[in-house]
């Protein structure tokens, strides 16, 4: 089986296919929710949250930030993440662009 060739693609659809691929897990979703109540939090915070080992959680947060989704910063011994807001602007854009009134019936019913 053969890979997904991404340059057939615009930048911009590969750059929105990376984020969505790092939002594709339901605890990273979970990590994304409890950093915008928090607002910033340390690494152990984040694993108190969540049902989850601390190995996984700190997978989860490299994928995120990998991805742009989330920012680190180093505090003596910790971690501290916070959302990027530049690339959850993206991904409100991309949805402005697409144009589509949700609200019309769909052709599908």
Request: with cysteine; hydrophobic share 35%; glycine share 6%.
């Given at each position: 089986?053969?890979?997904?060739?991404?340059?057939?693609?615009?930048?911009?659809?590969?750059?929105?296919?990376?984020?969505?691929?790092?939002?594709?897990?339901?605890?990273?979703?979970?990590?994304?929710?409890?950093?915008?109540?928090?607002?910033?939090?340390?690494?152990?915070?984040?694993?108190?949250?969540?049902?989850?080992?601390?190995?996984?959680?700190?997978?989860?947060?490299?994928?995120?930030?990998?991805?742009?989704?989330?920012?680190?910063?180093?505090?003596?011994?910790?971690?501290?993440?916070?959302?990027?807001?530049e690339?959850?602007q993206?991904?409100?854009?991309?949805?402005q662009?697409?144009?589509?009134?949700?609200?019309?019936?769909?052709?599908?019913?």
């Amino acid at each position: 089986m053969g890979t997904t060739n991404t340059t057939h693609y615009t930048e911009r659809q590969n750059t929105i296919s990376l984020l969505f691929k790092a939002l594709g897990h339901p605890a990273r979703i979970a990590i994304i929710e409890y950093l915008v109540k928090m607002r910033s939090c340390v690494t152990g915070e984040i694993v108190k949250e969540l049902p989850l080992a601390q190995p996984t959680v700190s997978q989860h947060l490299k994928e995120l930030k990998n991805a742009g989704l989330i920012q680190g910063t180093i505090e003596g011994t910790s971690v501290c993440y916070c959302i990027n807001p530049e690339y959850f602007q993206l991904i409100e854009l991309y949805f402005q662009s697409l144009d589509y009134n949700f609200s019309e019936d769909l052709c599908c019913d």
